[in-house]
């Protein structure tokens, strides 16, 4: 969406990966590798901070470290909604606005971001269906209703709001 929307500096703003979850890959090393092939990659754009109970306050932290930056980059991702959150009252703060100055977009679904100002773009994962139908499945599981473990997939659904802009073409 970000490249669609002409963006090709894009930054990172997350959390270090907790523990056990490589397996199921990293954001980090996602958002590394495609921006490898198809932006233009600048460590000093990804800012992480270590986990923590208030990822909403971690993003304004780490939104006014990258505003520090002699050069922005025109959008960011942000590993989940309380950090993009976070973000946009940090860009606030010190006087950058979303999404004229930046643009961002989040990962999760589980705020109700539409609310935010600006309502924020975000990558829907269905956390709450993935636990209702994992709830589901257990107790099938555990009831003996079914035999065998069943796979279940829910693809992410991209949720656009207002907080990317258009870039020109230069």
Not at 48 to 62: A, F, L
Not at 66 to 80: G, I
Not at 107 to 122: E, R
Not at 159 to 167: A, H, P, Q, T
Request: proline share 6%; aromatic share 8%.
């Amino acid at each position: 969406h970000l490249r669609e929307n002409g963006h090709t500096r894009i930054g990172y703003l997350g959390v270090e990966e907790a523990p056990g979850t490589a397996a199921f890959g990293s954001r980090r090393d996602a958002f590394i590798e495609i921006m490898s092939r198809c932006g233009e990659f600048r460590p000093a754009w990804m800012i992480e901070s270590d986990h923590g109970t208030d990822r909403v306050e971690r993003g304004c932290t780490m939104a006014k470290k990258l505003a520090a930056l002699p050069e922005l980059p025109t959008a960011l991702f942000c590993a989940n909604d309380p950090i993009a959150l976070g973000a946009i009252n940090g860009f606030m703060e010190c006087g950058i606005r979303v999404p004229e100055d930046i643009s961002i977009v989040a990962h999760d679904g589980s705020y109700p971001t539409q609310y935010s100002f600006p309502p924020l773009t975000t990558v829907d994962v269905h956390p709450y269906q993935l636990g209702s139908e994992a709830m589901e499945l257990l107790l099938q599981r555990m009831n003996k209703t079914i035999k065998y473990a069943r796979e279940l997939f829910l693809y992410p659904t991209l949720i656009v709001r207002s907080s990317v802009k258009k870039l020109e073409a230069e």
